[in-house]
């Protein structure tokens, strides 16, 4: 008789590597050597997040079965009563992503293999071009294409305010933060575009993200205005309390659409993706609960004709960036990744990460999803506290913008 392989045990870490707090989950079991890492990271809650791991699921599924990955997410999940937060869904993300590591290690296989094999040997990435000016970010996109980048997102630093993209008009005694004119905003962009083209040309794939930083009429002008400009996608316009207006964009214009960096609740796309409101689903795995929902967004996804280009920051530990891609490499409707990069710090700390080459992500053929945590390398950047600042965006009046 097969022994049962149960889960003994469960560790968080929280590391700092690059200044970004990244929270790792390790699920041990009674097989000798046999483990799995998962990506629990919320960067602006981190410790809430390893709470719910220790203090709750922990102790609900110690002994428990790890190839039941579908019961054992139900139960966490579930357990709680009340879910689809964030803090939730990324303590259960941790583990259910350790547990499909787990089951590539047992069956000898990369996890692509376990859900459906590969439909394609690498994964076309976007990267990033920001920068403080025009000029900067253009330059910085014409060296991405000189690296081979095919898909460039056009951005001025996104978390530092926007500081060239607005007027001053703000109230004596206004609060600390950053400020953002949107109708500025929306006048530098399109400045942007329009240069980018002129110099470019429009064989790159250019992309850019709104970070649901302007009002909804404004939103819907801008991807107008944009059209002529033929992005790959137009990301994250909107908030997902505002998504109903996406159905206003589309029946104005043809800028294709990405939406997902801040769902949560599968309320919040199912409609977008039946009623053909996005053209890509950008949702971040461990914000939705991990490996075992998004196998089923991208299938619903796929339905409807709506691509993926998965939500890829730096706030994510290269175990869920890996994740992502092995679902992107069996994804027939698979649209593009983000790429982030590493610091040479994250290396440090983690093995296993993709190689680029050309614009592309060739991941390892390991066992799981192929990336190792050296725990030794990880306390050499011990968390850090603080309070978060790059979301206290503001309006010109100085209150507080909700993205």
């Known amino acids: 008789m097969v022994k049962l392989i149960k889960i003994t045990n469960i560790n968080t870490y929280i590391t700092c590597p690059d200044g970004i707090n990244l929270i790792v989950v390790r699920v041990d079991t009674n097989q000798p050597g046999l483990y799995g890492l998962g990506c629990a990271t919320y960067t602006q809650r981190c410790k809430a997040v390893v709470t719910v791991i220790e203090e709750y699921i922990k102790p609900l599924i110690l002994g428990r079965n790890v190839m039941e990955t579908q019961e054992l997410w139900n139960l966490m999940n579930n357990n709680g009563y009340w879910r689809n937060g964030p803090v939730v869904n990324n303590a259960v993300s941790g583990v259910d992503m350790a547990l499909w590591d787990i089951k590539g290690k047992i069956a000898n296989l990369p996890v692509y293999d376990l859900i459906g094999g590969k439909s394609r040997e690498a994964v076309a990435l976007y990267c990033y071009a920001n920068g403080e ?40 005694g206004a609060k600390k933060g950053f400020y953002q004119d949107p109708h500025a905003y929306i006048q ?4 942007l575009f329009g240069d980018a083209r002129s110099k470019l040309g429009f064989e790159p794939e250019l992309i850019h993200d709104v970070h649901e930083r302007i009002p909804v009429s404004d939103a819907i002008s801008l991807a107008k205005e944009l059209e002529p400009m033929k992005l790959f996608f137009l990301e994250d316009l909107l908030s997902p309390e505002y998504s109903d207006y996406y159905k206003i964009i589309k029946n ?28 890509f689903i950008r ?53 593009i990744q983000e790429w982030s990069e590493f610091a040479d710090s994250v290396h440090e700390v983690f093995e296993g990460i993709p190689k680029v080459k050309n614009g592309y992500a060739y991941v390892n053929d390991k066992p799981g999803f192929g990336i190792e945590f050296n725990e030794v390398n990880a306390k050499k950047y011990p968390h850090q506290d603080g309070i978060v600042e790059w979301t206290q965006f503001r309006h010109t009046d100085g209150s507080l913008f909700t993205p």
């Open 283 to 335: 949702v971040h795995f461990s914000m939705i609960g991990g490996f075992t929902p998004a196998i089923k967004l991208a299938h619903f996804s796929e339905a409807f004709g709506v691509r993926t280009a998965w939500h890829g920051p730096t706030d994510m530990n290269p175990v869920g960036h890996v994740a992502q891609m092995h679902m992107d490499l069996v994804s027939p409707n698979f649209g």
């Open 188 to 191: 530098e962009i399109i400045g």
């Open 133 to 172: 000016s025009r000029d900067d970010i253009l330059e910085k996109a014409s060296k991405r294409i000189e690296e081979g980048f095919h898909y460039i997102r056009l951005q001025y630093f996104p978390m530092q305010g926007y500081s060239q993209c607005q007027r001053d008009w703000r109230p004596d």
């Open 252 to 279: 104005v214009c043809t800028t294709p659409i990405a939406h997902g960096e801040l769902c949560t609740n599968p309320l919040e796309w199912k409609r977008l993706i039946s009623e053909h409101l996005i053209d």
